[in-house]
């Protein structure tokens, strides 16, 4: 495999500042540790994988900024972005005001959330790591289809910390009465 050329810090902090300008939100690196750490991810993969592939080493740079959550803001908007930029040449189309704008227009009619107590024992340490979290469903009512695509980037991506053991996990589908209605426009 001839080597890559990889992403820099500079361009990844480039990137970020250039999507907050756009859409809003903190400025700033929570950890810059974190995004070294995320940014070495596909070079360590490089070094060790059998069979490297090209766009699974661009893909580890997204799974690596969205898991590590080294920005202070925009840690999911980013691994979206990044990777539009990498398969799309370019950022995605959206308007986050007129979609706060659509958002404004659903109401929950029904949901069941609790916590999860959960725990994965380490094979190789022995030790104990909490997968806790909240899980549940929720049930909209009004036009949820504009959302329809970024949950469906957030399934596939992975949301939150620990999405490799399960944590994080999205589904989402559009129910009947939503059909009808949209079928009867």
Not at 99 to 124: C, F, M, N, P, T
Not at 130 to 157: C, H, I, K, N
């Amino acid at each position: 495999m001839i080597e890559p050329v990889w992403i820099e810090e500079r361009d990844v902090l480039a990137f970020h500042d250039r999507l907050l300008a756009i859409h809003g939100g903190a400025a700033g690196v929570r950890d810059s540790g974190l995004l070294q750490s995320a940014l070495a991810r596909a070079k360590q993969h490089l070094a060790y994988a059998e069979q490297p592939d090209p766009v699974e080493l661009a893909g580890l740079y997204t799974i690596g900024i969205g898991r590590n959550h080294p920005f202070i803001d925009g840690n999911e908007r980013n691994r979206i972005g990044n990777l539009c930029a990498l398969y799309q040449g370019g950022r995605p189309e959206v308007d986050l005001e007129q979609l706060a704008h659509q958002a404004d227009q659903l109401r929950i009619v029904g949901g069941s959330v609790s916590w999860a107590e959960v725990e994965r024992r380490s094979s190789k340490t022995g030790q104990r790591h909490s997968l806790g979290g909240f899980t549940g469903w929720v049930e909209y009512e009004g036009d949820a289809s504009p959302f329809l695509p970024w949950l469906q980037a957030a399934r596939w991506t992975g949301v939150g910390r620990q999405t490799v053991w399960g944590k994080g996990w999205i589904e989402s589908s559009v129910g009947q009465a939503a059909r009808s209605a949209s079928s009867a426009d």
